[in-house]
């Protein structure tokens, strides 16, 4: 009788266990401080950091950036962007977005341009011009 009660509770503990929603890393990712980070309420923390990086690229002096923009779900797409002195790469993200292709792409692209407050980058290879950004307020 003994064995049966253990069989059965041990039995209920890897079903509860099993099926427990349990919060992976990548759900729990947590910007850096020098991130680019745009969030669905039209604010962009860092954005001067953005615009530093645009006339980096505009002047031919290298730098990086990495943009965190977030799905109306609130699943963060990565987007790094180099610039070498001559040439864009960009490198797309979307591991940690549940509805995404969950895939991590790079593509060159020729520049980021700016109409208002929204932040898009045109010129790339394939069907990804143009590339969405960051839009603030």
Known sequence: ???????????MFLLIVGCADIETDSKKFV???TDIVNR???DIENESRLKE??????TGDKDSIRV???TKEGDPILTELTYNGEQLEVTEDT???EYGSGEINTFECEKIVVEENKYSIIGCQGDKTPYYLAEGN
């Open 1 to 11: 009788m003994r064995y049966v009660s253990f069989l059965t509770v041990s039995i």
């Open 31 to 33: 910007p850096s401080d």
């Open 40 to 42: 669905n309420n039209g």
């Open 53 to 58: 990086f645009i006339k980096n690229t505009e």
């Open 68 to 70: 965190v923009a977030y």
């Open 95 to 97: 591991t940690r977005d």
